[in-house]
């Protein structure tokens, strides 16, 4: 029998410094980056930042970065065709004033297709973590106390109904590319009329006879999207939209 030496095969990868080992990064990314952490940032020596890629957003990419002196902050890229579905006015706005509540990072900066946020210290929460009574009670009193944040909005300020309009055009013009096997198979109580008149009774009630209070709220109940601050085991809640 004959043994031959196994030849090791080499993957051009694109890392910044140790913090980026386990995370390939676009090479036009990373040029951004670097390039908006001396002009946005006004970093000195922005080619030394130490740039690590996180995997914990759904819809985003997220980068960590780390400057010679040791700041650490997060450049937070949009995904590409969200833009539909967000108004980004709108979330900056609500993001930062939930970030002067305390309910997320500071916001550092804004550029084209994202933003720059603070970053704090924190491990990520698992779900099954969530699943221990205390993290839930936790959870719980963070999502309430969220809600409370402002208890006195009005139906100009009810902007689910905006939103959910903006995506009627949207489905159509998607549905118009599915083949006509695909459309017939889509069941009946989501067929996009039915949707789409159930959500102007939905609206109507409200305007009408609802005395439901409109508040602020967030219903992405999602293990990613809280963390506890470390050393301690109180939980921030670090807003995606």
């Known amino acids: 029998m004959k043994f031959k030496k196994k030849k090791k095969r080499f993957r051009l990868k694109l890392f910044s410094s140790s913090l980026s080992n386990s995370q390939w990064i676009d090479p036009n990314t990373h040029s951004k980056i670097i390039e908006m952490c001396g002009s946005i940032m006004g970093i000195e020596k922005p080619e030394r930042i130490q740039i690590k890629k996180l995997d914990t957003a759904l819809t985003n990419e997220v ?75 936790e959870i719980a009193k963070l999502m309430s106390n969220l809600h409370q944040l402002f208890p006195n909005g009005n139906l100009n300020d009810l902007q689910i109904f905006n939103y959910l309009e903006s995506w009627i055009p949207v489905a159509d013009k998607s549905l118009q590319q599915l083949k006509f096997s695909e459309i017939h198979a889509i069941p009946s109580f989501l067929k996009l009329t039915i949707i789409e008149k159930e959500l102007h009774e939905l609206k109507s009630f409200y305007e009408n006879y609802s005395q439901s209070p409109i508040v602020f709220c967030h219903n992405d109940v999602l293990s990613t999207f809280f963390f506890p601050l470390l050393p301690c085991p109180i939980f921030l809640y670090l807003l995606t939209y």
């Open 63 to 137: 980068y960590i970065c780390k400057s010679p002196s040791n700041q650490k902050f997060l450049f937070r890229f949009y995904g590409v065709g969200t833009e539909t579905f967000f108004n980004r006015k709108d979330e900056i706005s609500n993001f930062q004033k939930l970030s002067k509540k305390g309910f997320g990072p500071k916001l550092l900066g804004i550029f084209e297709n994202g933003r720059i946020e603070e970053f704090i210290e924190s491990k990520q929460l698992t779900p099954e973590a969530m699943k221990e009574p205390r993290t839930s009670q």
